[in-house]
Protein backbone atom coordinates (compact mmCIF):
# COMPACT_ATOMS: atom_id res chain seq x y z
CA UNK A 1 0.00 0.00 0.00
CA UNK A 2 2.81 2.48 0.85
CA UNK A 3 4.62 1.51 -2.72
CA UNK A 4 1.43 2.28 -4.46
CA UNK A 5 0.65 5.78 -2.66
CA UNK A 6 4.25 6.67 -2.95
CA UNK A 7 4.09 5.86 -6.81
CA UNK A 8 0.85 7.58 -6.80
CA UNK A 9 2.14 10.99 -5.61
CA UNK A 10 4.99 10.57 -8.48
CA UNK A 11 2.90 9.90 -11.48
CA UNK A 12 0.72 12.01 -12.00
CA UNK A 13 -1.28 9.87 -14.10
CA UNK A 14 -1.26 7.06 -11.36
CA UNK A 15 -2.74 10.06 -9.13
CA UNK A 16 -5.36 10.56 -11.08
CA UNK A 17 -6.63 7.43 -11.14
CA UNK A 18 -6.57 6.87 -7.94
CA UNK A 19 -8.12 9.85 -7.44
CA UNK A 20 -10.86 8.90 -9.83
CA UNK A 21 -11.21 5.76 -8.16
CA UNK A 22 -11.47 7.32 -4.75
CA UNK A 23 -14.36 9.17 -5.97
CA UNK A 24 -15.98 6.02 -7.41
CA UNK A 25 -15.79 4.32 -4.57
CA UNK A 26 -17.59 7.07 -2.35
CA UNK A 27 -20.21 7.70 -4.95
CA UNK A 28 -21.09 3.62 -4.80
CA UNK A 29 -20.62 3.92 -1.06
CA UNK A 30 -23.12 6.30 -1.43
CA UNK A 31 -25.72 4.30 -3.82
CA UNK A 32 -24.91 1.29 -1.26
CA UNK A 33 -25.71 3.41 1.96
CA UNK A 34 -28.90 4.46 1.26
CA UNK A 35 -30.72 1.35 1.01
CA UNK A 36 -28.73 -0.06 3.96
CA UNK A 37 -30.43 2.77 6.11
CA UNK A 38 -33.92 2.72 4.00
CA UNK A 39 -34.26 -0.89 5.16
CA UNK A 40 -32.83 -0.57 8.60
CA UNK A 41 -29.33 -2.40 8.01
CA UNK A 42 -28.32 0.68 9.19
CA UNK A 43 -29.65 3.17 11.81
CA UNK A 44 -27.44 6.36 9.88
CA UNK A 45 -24.77 6.82 7.77
CA UNK A 46 -22.59 7.08 10.55
CA UNK A 47 -23.00 3.55 11.53
CA UNK A 48 -21.01 2.35 7.95
CA UNK A 49 -18.29 2.69 9.10
CA UNK A 50 -15.03 2.53 6.39
CA UNK A 51 -13.94 -0.82 7.54
CA UNK A 52 -17.37 -2.14 7.11
CA UNK A 53 -18.32 -1.07 4.28
CA UNK A 54 -15.06 -1.20 2.04
CA UNK A 55 -14.86 -4.65 1.49
CA UNK A 56 -18.94 -4.70 0.62
CA UNK A 57 -17.86 -2.08 -2.05
CA UNK A 58 -15.41 -4.40 -3.19
CA UNK A 59 -17.79 -7.43 -3.04
CA UNK A 60 -20.21 -5.11 -5.03
CA UNK A 61 -17.38 -4.13 -7.45
CA UNK A 62 -16.49 -8.11 -8.27
CA UNK A 63 -20.33 -8.67 -8.86
CA UNK A 64 -20.76 -5.41 -11.22
CA UNK A 65 -17.66 -6.46 -13.11
CA UNK A 66 -18.87 -10.30 -13.32
CA UNK A 67 -22.17 -9.11 -14.42
CA UNK A 68 -20.80 -7.05 -17.06
CA UNK A 69 -18.25 -9.19 -18.90
CA UNK A 70 -21.59 -12.05 -18.62
CA UNK A 71 -23.77 -9.44 -20.52
CA UNK A 72 -21.47 -8.76 -22.93
CA UNK A 73 -21.37 -12.42 -23.52
CA UNK A 74 -25.20 -12.68 -23.17
CA UNK A 75 -25.74 -9.76 -25.56
CA UNK A 76 -23.65 -11.28 -28.30
CA UNK A 77 -24.31 -14.84 -28.15
CA UNK A 78 -28.32 -14.97 -26.77
CA UNK A 79 -26.79 -17.91 -24.81
CA UNK A 80 -26.86 -17.93 -21.21
CA UNK A 81 -24.12 -20.79 -20.75
CA UNK A 82 -22.23 -18.86 -23.18
CA UNK A 83 -22.66 -15.55 -21.07
CA UNK A 84 -21.51 -17.30 -17.81
CA UNK A 85 -18.47 -18.40 -20.02
CA UNK A 86 -17.65 -15.10 -20.81
CA UNK A 87 -17.75 -13.89 -17.59
CA UNK A 88 -15.17 -16.59 -16.72
CA UNK A 89 -13.59 -15.28 -19.77
CA UNK A 90 -14.07 -11.69 -18.52
CA UNK A 91 -11.74 -12.08 -15.47
CA UNK A 92 -9.14 -14.47 -16.69
CA UNK A 93 -8.24 -12.07 -19.22
CA UNK A 94 -8.69 -9.01 -16.28
CA UNK A 95 -6.28 -11.39 -14.46
CA UNK A 96 -3.53 -11.17 -17.08
CA UNK A 97 -3.93 -7.64 -17.59
CA UNK A 98 -3.42 -7.12 -13.32
CA UNK A 99 -0.30 -8.67 -13.52
CA UNK A 100 0.57 -7.09 -16.70
CA UNK A 101 -0.15 -3.98 -14.69
CA UNK A 102 1.33 -4.68 -11.58
CA UNK A 103 4.60 -5.59 -13.96
CA UNK A 104 4.50 -1.84 -15.80
CA UNK A 105 4.09 -0.09 -12.29
CA UNK A 106 6.48 -2.34 -10.39
CA UNK A 107 9.47 -1.75 -12.98
CA UNK A 108 8.42 2.09 -13.61
CA UNK A 109 8.64 3.02 -9.15
CA UNK A 110 11.55 0.35 -8.82
CA UNK A 111 9.36 -2.08 -6.67
CA UNK A 112 9.47 -5.51 -6.14
CA UNK A 113 6.30 -6.79 -8.33
CA UNK A 114 5.08 -8.65 -5.21
CA UNK A 115 5.15 -5.73 -2.89
CA UNK A 116 3.48 -4.29 -6.14
CA UNK A 117 0.74 -6.55 -6.44
CA UNK A 118 -0.10 -6.53 -2.81
CA UNK A 119 -0.35 -2.95 -2.80
CA UNK A 120 -2.50 -2.56 -4.84
CA UNK A 121 -5.61 -3.17 -3.02
CA UNK A 122 -8.20 -0.81 -1.02
CA UNK A 123 -9.62 2.62 -2.82
CA UNK A 124 -7.40 0.90 -5.57
CA UNK A 125 -9.72 -1.49 -6.56
CA UNK A 126 -12.07 1.05 -7.99
CA UNK A 127 -9.58 1.67 -10.57
CA UNK A 128 -8.23 -1.71 -10.96
CA UNK A 129 -11.42 -2.92 -11.63
CA UNK A 130 -12.48 0.17 -14.26
CA UNK A 131 -9.22 -0.46 -15.67
CA UNK A 132 -9.84 -4.40 -15.82
CA UNK A 133 -13.25 -4.13 -17.14
CA UNK A 134 -12.55 -1.64 -20.01
CA UNK A 135 -9.78 -4.21 -21.40
CA UNK A 136 -11.79 -6.69 -20.55
CA UNK A 137 -14.49 -5.29 -22.37
CA UNK A 138 -12.05 -5.02 -25.60
CA UNK A 139 -10.14 -7.98 -25.49
CA UNK A 140 -13.64 -9.57 -25.76
CA UNK A 141 -14.82 -7.86 -28.96
CA UNK A 142 -12.59 -9.73 -31.07
CA UNK A 143 -14.23 -12.65 -29.83
CA UNK A 144 -17.73 -11.66 -31.05
CA UNK A 145 -17.88 -14.53 -33.53
CA UNK A 146 -16.80 -17.44 -30.78
CA UNK A 147 -19.15 -15.88 -28.54
CA UNK A 148 -22.36 -15.49 -30.87
CA UNK A 149 -21.71 -19.77 -31.85
CA UNK A 150 -20.82 -20.13 -28.46
CA UNK A 151 -17.17 -21.13 -29.13
CA UNK A 152 -18.22 -23.41 -32.25
CA UNK A 153 -20.97 -25.43 -29.66
CA UNK A 154 -24.04 -23.71 -30.41
CA UNK A 155 -26.34 -22.51 -33.53
CA UNK A 156 -25.72 -19.15 -34.67
CA UNK A 157 -28.66 -16.62 -33.69
CA UNK A 158 -31.08 -16.70 -36.85
CA UNK A 159 -30.60 -13.53 -38.95
CA UNK A 160 -32.99 -11.36 -39.24
CA UNK A 161 -36.55 -11.33 -42.15
CA UNK A 162 -34.62 -8.79 -43.98
CA UNK A 163 -31.05 -10.30 -43.91
CA UNK A 164 -32.77 -13.83 -44.41
CA UNK A 165 -34.18 -12.36 -47.91
CA UNK A 166 -31.19 -10.47 -48.77
CA UNK A 167 -28.82 -13.38 -48.26
CA UNK A 168 -31.08 -15.75 -51.04
CA UNK A 169 -29.36 -16.79 -54.05
CA UNK A 170 -30.68 -14.76 -56.65
CA UNK A 171 -30.09 -14.80 -60.86
CA UNK A 172 -31.57 -11.21 -61.06
CA UNK A 173 -28.44 -9.01 -61.45
CA UNK A 174 -28.64 -6.29 -58.15
CA UNK A 175 -26.65 -3.19 -60.12
CA UNK A 176 -26.39 -2.32 -63.91
CA UNK A 177 -24.70 -4.66 -66.05
CA UNK A 178 -21.14 -4.52 -65.51
CA UNK A 179 -19.90 -6.29 -69.09
CA UNK A 180 -17.07 -8.37 -66.77
CA UNK A 181 -19.41 -11.87 -67.78
CA UNK A 182 -18.89 -12.81 -71.32
CA UNK A 183 -21.98 -14.67 -72.57
CA UNK A 184 -20.55 -17.26 -74.64
CA UNK A 185 -22.84 -18.66 -77.42
CA UNK A 186 -22.80 -21.83 -79.16
CA UNK A 187 -24.67 -21.58 -82.69
CA UNK A 188 -24.25 -18.54 -83.83
CA UNK A 189 -27.39 -18.32 -86.21
CA UNK A 190 -29.14 -19.04 -83.91
CA UNK A 191 -27.76 -16.63 -80.88
CA UNK A 192 -27.50 -13.36 -82.58
CA UNK A 193 -29.36 -11.08 -80.68
CA UNK A 194 -31.74 -8.58 -82.97
CA UNK A 195 -29.91 -5.71 -84.11
CA UNK A 196 -32.56 -3.40 -82.61
CA UNK A 197 -31.01 -4.46 -79.10
CA UNK A 198 -27.83 -3.92 -79.01
CA UNK A 199 -28.63 -0.03 -80.03
CA UNK A 200 -31.91 -0.21 -77.46
CA UNK A 201 -31.95 3.58 -76.39
CA UNK A 202 -33.26 2.75 -72.66
CA UNK A 203 -32.53 0.52 -70.11
CA UNK A 204 -34.47 -2.65 -69.79
CA UNK A 205 -37.62 -2.90 -67.87
CA UNK A 206 -36.48 -5.51 -66.07
CA UNK A 207 -32.94 -6.59 -64.56
CA UNK A 208 -31.26 -8.67 -67.28
CA UNK A 209 -30.79 -12.07 -65.63
CA UNK A 210 -27.12 -12.91 -65.54
CA UNK A 211 -25.16 -16.38 -64.39
CA UNK A 212 -24.15 -16.55 -60.71
CA UNK A 213 -20.40 -15.71 -60.52
CA UNK A 214 -19.68 -18.91 -59.80
CA UNK A 215 -21.24 -20.48 -62.85
CA UNK A 216 -19.37 -22.92 -64.67
CA UNK A 217 -20.64 -23.96 -68.06
CA UNK A 218 -20.91 -27.66 -68.65
CA UNK A 219 -18.67 -28.99 -71.09
CA UNK A 220 -21.06 -29.08 -74.04
CA UNK A 221 -21.34 -32.69 -75.61
CA UNK A 222 -23.31 -33.46 -78.57
CA UNK A 223 -27.01 -32.75 -78.92
CA UNK A 224 -27.23 -30.94 -75.50
CA UNK A 225 -27.10 -27.22 -77.19
CA UNK A 226 -31.07 -27.18 -79.13
CA UNK A 227 -33.84 -26.36 -78.21
CA UNK A 228 -36.61 -27.12 -76.20
CA UNK A 229 -39.99 -26.56 -75.38
CA UNK A 230 -41.18 -25.34 -72.54
CA UNK A 231 -44.96 -23.66 -71.24
CA UNK A 232 -45.23 -20.05 -71.89
CA UNK A 233 -45.88 -19.44 -68.35
CA UNK A 234 -42.46 -20.64 -67.37
CA UNK A 235 -40.54 -17.91 -69.40
CA UNK A 236 -43.23 -15.09 -68.17
CA UNK A 237 -42.36 -16.04 -65.06
CA UNK A 238 -38.83 -14.79 -65.48
CA UNK A 239 -39.51 -12.34 -68.55
CA UNK A 240 -42.95 -10.70 -68.08
CA UNK A 241 -42.27 -8.58 -71.00
CA UNK A 242 -42.63 -11.16 -72.78
CA UNK A 243 -46.42 -11.26 -71.97
CA UNK A 244 -47.46 -9.02 -75.33
CA UNK A 245 -45.87 -11.79 -77.34
CA UNK A 246 -47.20 -14.93 -75.70
CA UNK A 247 -50.05 -17.00 -75.05
CA UNK A 248 -50.26 -18.61 -71.34
CA UNK A 249 -51.33 -21.77 -72.58
CA UNK A 250 -48.95 -22.59 -75.19
CA UNK A 251 -45.38 -23.60 -75.11
CA UNK A 252 -42.66 -22.01 -76.43
CA UNK A 253 -39.62 -23.65 -77.76
CA UNK A 254 -36.35 -22.10 -76.92
CA UNK A 255 -32.96 -22.51 -77.50
CA UNK A 256 -31.46 -23.92 -74.68
CA UNK A 257 -27.82 -22.33 -74.04
CA UNK A 258 -26.25 -24.34 -70.64
CA UNK A 259 -27.11 -27.28 -68.08
CA UNK A 260 -26.18 -26.41 -64.90
CA UNK A 261 -26.23 -29.23 -62.76
CA UNK A 262 -25.08 -27.65 -59.34
CA UNK A 263 -28.19 -25.77 -59.25
CA UNK A 264 -32.07 -26.42 -58.59
CA UNK A 265 -32.73 -24.64 -62.34
CA UNK A 266 -31.11 -24.92 -65.97
CA UNK A 267 -30.29 -21.75 -66.96
CA UNK A 268 -31.26 -21.15 -71.04
CA UNK A 269 -30.39 -18.15 -73.18
CA UNK A 270 -33.80 -16.65 -73.96
CA UNK A 271 -33.31 -15.41 -78.15
CA UNK A 272 -36.06 -13.06 -78.85
CA UNK A 273 -36.22 -13.94 -82.02
CA UNK A 274 -37.31 -17.28 -80.78
CA UNK A 275 -40.09 -16.28 -79.18
CA UNK A 276 -41.45 -14.04 -82.13
CA UNK A 277 -41.08 -16.90 -84.13
CA UNK A 278 -42.46 -19.62 -81.55
CA UNK A 279 -45.57 -21.52 -81.99
CA UNK A 280 -46.78 -19.78 -79.24
CA UNK A 281 -45.29 -16.79 -79.70
CA UNK A 282 -47.04 -13.43 -80.99
CA UNK A 283 -45.96 -11.09 -83.91
CA UNK A 284 -43.12 -9.39 -84.19
CA UNK A 285 -43.68 -5.49 -82.26
CA UNK A 286 -43.68 -3.11 -85.44
CA UNK A 287 -41.61 -0.40 -84.06
CA UNK A 288 -38.48 -0.18 -82.80
CA UNK A 289 -40.60 2.10 -79.73
CA UNK A 290 -41.90 -1.57 -78.93
CA UNK A 291 -38.77 -3.22 -79.56
CA UNK A 292 -36.57 -0.94 -77.10
CA UNK A 293 -37.15 -2.79 -73.86
CA UNK A 294 -36.67 -6.07 -75.28
CA UNK A 295 -33.39 -8.29 -74.72
CA UNK A 296 -31.98 -11.68 -75.44
CA UNK A 297 -31.38 -12.70 -71.47
CA UNK A 298 -30.88 -15.67 -69.70
CA UNK A 299 -33.75 -17.42 -67.83
CA UNK A 300 -34.25 -19.65 -65.41
CA UNK A 301 -36.07 -23.33 -66.18
CA UNK A 302 -36.66 -26.15 -63.57
CA UNK A 303 -35.09 -28.79 -65.10
CA UNK A 304 -38.39 -30.38 -64.90
CA UNK A 305 -39.43 -28.94 -67.92
CA UNK A 306 -36.42 -30.10 -69.73
CA UNK A 307 -34.85 -32.96 -68.82
CA UNK A 308 -36.98 -35.23 -70.83
CA UNK A 309 -36.35 -33.22 -74.28
CA UNK A 310 -32.66 -33.95 -73.69
CA UNK A 311 -30.63 -36.61 -74.76
CA UNK A 312 -30.20 -38.93 -71.39
CA UNK A 313 -26.71 -39.52 -72.51
CA UNK A 314 -26.10 -36.29 -71.05
CA UNK A 315 -26.64 -37.13 -67.83
CA UNK A 316 -24.48 -39.61 -67.83
CA UNK A 317 -21.26 -39.28 -65.48
CA UNK A 318 -18.16 -41.46 -65.01
CA UNK A 319 -18.70 -42.50 -61.49
CA UNK A 320 -15.58 -44.15 -59.80
CA UNK A 321 -17.48 -46.32 -56.72
CA UNK A 322 -15.39 -45.55 -53.30
CA UNK A 323 -13.07 -47.99 -52.08
CA UNK A 324 -15.81 -49.14 -48.81
CA UNK A 325 -17.89 -50.47 -51.72
CA UNK A 326 -15.28 -52.95 -52.90
CA UNK A 327 -14.76 -54.45 -49.66
CA UNK A 328 -15.70 -58.24 -49.39
CA UNK A 329 -19.12 -58.85 -47.70
CA UNK A 330 -19.54 -60.62 -44.53
CA UNK A 331 -21.82 -63.06 -43.24
CA UNK A 332 -24.15 -62.04 -41.47
CA UNK A 333 -26.75 -63.65 -38.92
CA UNK A 334 -29.63 -61.32 -40.18
CA UNK A 335 -30.73 -58.19 -40.85
CA UNK A 336 -33.79 -55.94 -39.78
CA UNK A 337 -37.02 -57.06 -40.87
CA UNK A 338 -40.63 -55.25 -40.58
CA UNK A 339 -42.42 -57.98 -37.74
CA UNK A 340 -44.65 -55.13 -36.60
CA UNK B 1 -16.52 -43.90 -34.64
CA UNK B 2 -17.42 -47.52 -33.28
CA UNK B 3 -16.46 -48.66 -29.66
CA UNK B 4 -15.92 -52.46 -29.29
CA UNK B 5 -16.55 -53.21 -25.61
CA UNK B 6 -14.42 -56.65 -25.15
CA UNK B 7 -16.45 -57.19 -21.83
CA UNK B 8 -20.00 -57.69 -22.86
CA UNK B 9 -18.62 -58.63 -25.85
CA UNK B 10 -20.51 -55.46 -28.29
CA UNK B 11 -19.60 -53.27 -31.00
CA UNK B 12 -21.44 -49.70 -31.21
CA UNK B 13 -22.07 -48.04 -34.69
CA UNK B 14 -23.29 -44.76 -35.02
CA UNK B 15 -25.76 -43.90 -38.11
CA UNK B 16 -27.11 -40.74 -39.38
CA UNK B 17 -29.98 -39.75 -40.84
CA UNK B 18 -28.90 -36.79 -43.07
CA UNK B 19 -30.84 -34.54 -45.02
CA UNK B 20 -33.09 -31.39 -45.72
CA UNK B 21 -35.65 -30.23 -43.54
CA UNK B 22 -38.37 -31.83 -43.62
CA UNK B 23 -37.45 -34.56 -46.00
CA UNK B 24 -38.59 -37.30 -44.04
CA UNK B 25 -35.28 -38.42 -41.71
CA UNK B 26 -37.59 -38.52 -38.59
CA UNK B 27 -40.70 -40.53 -40.54
CA UNK B 28 -37.85 -43.09 -41.43
CA UNK B 29 -37.20 -43.83 -37.63
CA UNK B 30 -40.22 -43.51 -36.49
CA UNK B 31 -41.18 -46.33 -38.77
CA UNK B 32 -38.76 -48.08 -37.46
CA UNK B 33 -39.26 -47.45 -34.45
CA UNK B 34 -42.83 -48.78 -34.78
CA UNK B 35 -42.48 -51.40 -36.52
CA UNK B 36 -39.05 -53.47 -35.59
CA UNK B 37 -39.23 -56.17 -33.13
CA UNK B 38 -39.17 -54.90 -29.73
CA UNK B 39 -36.73 -57.17 -28.43
CA UNK B 40 -34.20 -55.29 -30.93
CA UNK B 41 -34.75 -51.69 -30.20
CA UNK B 42 -35.01 -49.58 -27.07
CA UNK B 43 -37.34 -46.37 -27.20
CA UNK B 44 -37.06 -43.66 -29.28
CA UNK B 45 -35.86 -39.98 -28.30
CA UNK B 46 -37.01 -37.23 -29.83
CA UNK B 47 -36.46 -33.53 -29.13
CA UNK B 48 -38.86 -32.18 -31.16
CA UNK B 49 -40.58 -28.63 -31.91
CA UNK B 50 -44.09 -28.26 -31.12
CA UNK B 51 -44.31 -28.18 -34.99
CA UNK B 52 -42.91 -31.66 -35.48
CA UNK B 53 -39.70 -30.02 -36.38
CA UNK B 54 -36.74 -31.94 -35.04
CA UNK B 55 -34.81 -29.69 -32.51
CA UNK B 56 -32.05 -31.56 -31.46
CA UNK B 57 -31.64 -35.30 -32.57
CA UNK B 58 -33.78 -38.12 -32.62
CA UNK B 59 -31.89 -41.34 -31.21
CA UNK B 60 -32.93 -44.79 -31.76
CA UNK B 61 -31.05 -47.82 -30.78
CA UNK B 62 -31.22 -50.71 -32.92
CA UNK B 63 -29.25 -54.29 -32.04
CA UNK B 64 -28.86 -56.25 -35.65
CA UNK B 65 -26.71 -59.34 -35.62
CA UNK B 66 -23.74 -61.40 -34.12
CA UNK B 67 -20.64 -61.53 -36.05
CA UNK B 68 -17.86 -63.40 -35.14
CA UNK B 69 -19.46 -63.28 -31.54
CA UNK B 70 -19.93 -59.98 -31.27
CA UNK B 71 -23.26 -58.58 -30.63
CA UNK B 72 -23.43 -55.09 -33.37
CA UNK B 73 -25.67 -52.14 -31.59
CA UNK B 74 -26.99 -49.21 -34.23
CA UNK B 75 -27.64 -46.06 -32.21
CA UNK B 76 -29.20 -44.13 -35.79
CA UNK B 77 -29.58 -40.61 -35.37
CA UNK B 78 -31.26 -37.71 -37.30
CA UNK B 79 -30.29 -34.36 -37.51
CA UNK B 80 -32.24 -31.21 -37.54
CA UNK B 81 -32.38 -30.14 -41.45
CA UNK B 82 -33.46 -26.60 -40.95
CA UNK B 83 -30.22 -24.38 -42.29
CA UNK B 84 -29.97 -22.38 -38.67
CA UNK B 85 -28.91 -25.23 -37.00
CA UNK B 86 -25.50 -26.01 -38.51
CA UNK B 87 -23.63 -26.47 -35.29
CA UNK B 88 -26.10 -29.17 -34.02
CA UNK B 89 -25.80 -30.82 -37.66
CA UNK B 90 -22.34 -30.90 -37.16
CA UNK B 91 -22.11 -32.30 -33.68
CA UNK B 92 -24.48 -35.17 -34.43
CA UNK B 93 -22.34 -36.06 -36.94
CA UNK B 94 -19.08 -36.28 -35.33
CA UNK B 95 -18.22 -40.34 -34.83
CA UNK B 96 -20.69 -41.26 -37.71
CA UNK B 97 -20.17 -44.72 -38.90
CA UNK B 98 -22.21 -44.30 -42.09
CA UNK B 99 -24.84 -41.91 -43.19
CA UNK B 100 -28.27 -42.06 -44.98
CA UNK B 101 -28.50 -39.00 -46.81
CA UNK B 102 -32.49 -39.04 -47.48
CA UNK B 103 -33.23 -36.67 -50.24
CA UNK B 104 -36.27 -34.91 -51.17
CA UNK B 105 -37.80 -36.11 -54.50
CA UNK B 106 -40.02 -32.57 -55.23
CA UNK B 107 -38.54 -31.00 -57.96
CA UNK B 108 -39.12 -27.80 -55.98
CA UNK B 109 -36.77 -29.01 -53.24
CA UNK B 110 -33.66 -29.63 -55.49
CA UNK B 111 -32.00 -26.63 -54.69
CA UNK B 112 -32.29 -27.61 -50.59
CA UNK B 113 -31.11 -31.30 -51.43
CA UNK B 114 -28.29 -29.83 -53.28
CA UNK B 115 -27.10 -27.38 -50.31
CA UNK B 116 -27.49 -30.11 -47.39
CA UNK B 117 -25.43 -32.25 -49.62
CA UNK B 118 -22.71 -30.13 -49.87
CA UNK B 119 -22.96 -29.36 -45.73
CA UNK B 120 -22.81 -33.01 -45.25
CA UNK B 121 -19.26 -32.71 -46.72
CA UNK B 122 -18.46 -29.51 -45.62
CA UNK B 123 -19.27 -30.53 -41.59
CA UNK B 124 -17.48 -33.89 -42.55
CA UNK B 125 -14.36 -32.09 -43.86
CA UNK B 126 -14.48 -30.15 -40.31
CA UNK B 127 -13.81 -33.49 -38.82
CA UNK B 128 -11.44 -34.37 -41.69
CA UNK B 129 -13.08 -36.99 -42.74
CA UNK B 130 -13.97 -37.80 -46.63
CA UNK B 131 -16.58 -39.46 -47.97
CA UNK B 132 -14.34 -41.66 -49.91
CA UNK B 133 -14.33 -43.25 -46.64
CA UNK B 134 -17.08 -43.15 -44.87
CA UNK B 135 -20.19 -45.74 -45.85
CA UNK B 136 -22.90 -43.68 -46.97
CA UNK B 137 -25.97 -44.36 -49.41
CA UNK B 138 -28.82 -42.24 -50.75
CA UNK B 139 -32.71 -42.54 -49.89
CA UNK B 140 -34.66 -40.61 -52.66
CA UNK B 141 -37.57 -40.25 -50.67
CA UNK B 142 -41.41 -39.05 -51.09
CA UNK B 143 -41.23 -41.13 -54.38
CA UNK B 144 -45.47 -41.52 -53.99
CA UNK B 145 -45.96 -37.54 -54.90
CA UNK B 146 -46.75 -36.37 -58.09
CA UNK B 147 -44.15 -33.69 -58.96
CA UNK B 148 -41.05 -35.74 -58.04
CA UNK B 149 -37.75 -35.63 -60.15
CA UNK B 150 -36.84 -39.10 -62.00
CA UNK B 151 -34.44 -41.40 -60.05
CA UNK B 152 -32.06 -41.25 -62.79
CA UNK B 153 -32.18 -37.07 -62.35
CA UNK B 154 -31.22 -37.22 -58.53
CA UNK B 155 -28.66 -39.40 -59.30
CA UNK B 156 -27.00 -36.92 -61.97
CA UNK B 157 -27.28 -34.35 -59.18
CA UNK B 158 -26.54 -36.08 -55.89
CA UNK B 159 -24.64 -39.55 -56.44
CA UNK B 160 -21.53 -38.61 -58.33
CA UNK B 161 -19.24 -42.07 -56.76
CA UNK B 162 -22.52 -44.78 -57.62
CA UNK B 163 -23.05 -45.43 -53.91
CA UNK B 164 -26.25 -47.53 -53.54
CA UNK B 165 -29.58 -45.68 -53.32
CA UNK B 166 -33.11 -46.78 -52.24
CA UNK B 167 -36.41 -45.38 -53.74
CA UNK B 168 -38.54 -44.72 -50.39
CA UNK B 169 -42.00 -43.51 -48.88
CA UNK B 170 -40.95 -43.40 -45.26
CA UNK B 171 -44.67 -42.74 -44.83
CA UNK B 172 -45.74 -45.71 -45.17
CA UNK B 173 -42.29 -47.44 -44.78
CA UNK B 174 -41.33 -48.31 -48.43
CA UNK B 175 -37.72 -48.64 -48.62
CA UNK B 176 -37.17 -47.75 -45.08
CA UNK B 177 -36.13 -51.12 -43.95
CA UNK B 178 -34.07 -52.05 -47.04
CA UNK B 179 -31.94 -48.83 -46.33
CA UNK B 180 -30.86 -49.55 -43.07
CA UNK B 181 -29.67 -52.83 -44.08
CA UNK B 182 -28.12 -52.00 -47.22
CA UNK B 183 -26.03 -48.68 -44.82
CA UNK B 184 -25.36 -51.39 -42.20
CA UNK B 185 -24.22 -53.93 -44.70
CA UNK B 186 -21.63 -51.71 -45.60
CA UNK B 187 -21.09 -50.32 -42.43
CA UNK B 188 -20.14 -53.42 -40.92
CA UNK B 189 -17.62 -54.30 -43.90
CA UNK B 190 -15.81 -51.20 -43.44
CA UNK B 191 -15.24 -52.15 -39.46
CA UNK B 192 -14.21 -55.38 -40.32
CA UNK B 193 -11.68 -54.21 -42.91
CA UNK B 194 -10.81 -51.39 -40.61
CA UNK B 195 -10.42 -54.04 -37.55
CA UNK B 196 -8.44 -56.53 -39.75
CA UNK B 197 -5.97 -53.97 -40.89
CA UNK B 198 -5.45 -52.91 -37.57
CA UNK B 199 -6.67 -48.98 -38.72
CA UNK B 200 -9.53 -49.40 -35.99
Keep these: MAATSQSAEQEPMFGLMQGFSMGTLLLLGGLLAVPMVKFGWARTISDLAPTTIIPLLVGLLWLLEAIAYALIAGLLSRNILVALSGAVLGFITRFIVFLLMGVLVSSQNGVELSDTLMGMDGPSWAYRALAMLVTGTMLLLPFRRMLQTGYGLIDAPAPSPSASRAKQFSFASKAPRTGHYQIVRSAPTAQTAPATTAAAPTAPRHPVIQPPENFTPVIPRDNVFGTVSVPASVILASVPEAQPFLEADKPVTIHLAYLVPQLQRGTAWLIWQQIFSAPGGGARPANEQADAGVRDRWVKISPKYFITQVPREYFEIQRIPPAWMRLPAVPQESQFDDVE | ?200
Design chain 2, 1 to 200: MASINYATREINCKLVYYGPGLCGKTTNLQFLHQHLNRGRRGEMVSLATPGERTLYFDFLPVEMAEINGFKVKFGLYTVPGQVLYNATRKLVLRGADGVVFVADSQWDVMQENLDSWQNLQDNLAGYNVHLEDLPYIFQYNKRDLTDIAPVWYMEYLLNARGVPYTEAVALDGRGVFSTLNILCRFVIRDLVHRFETGAF
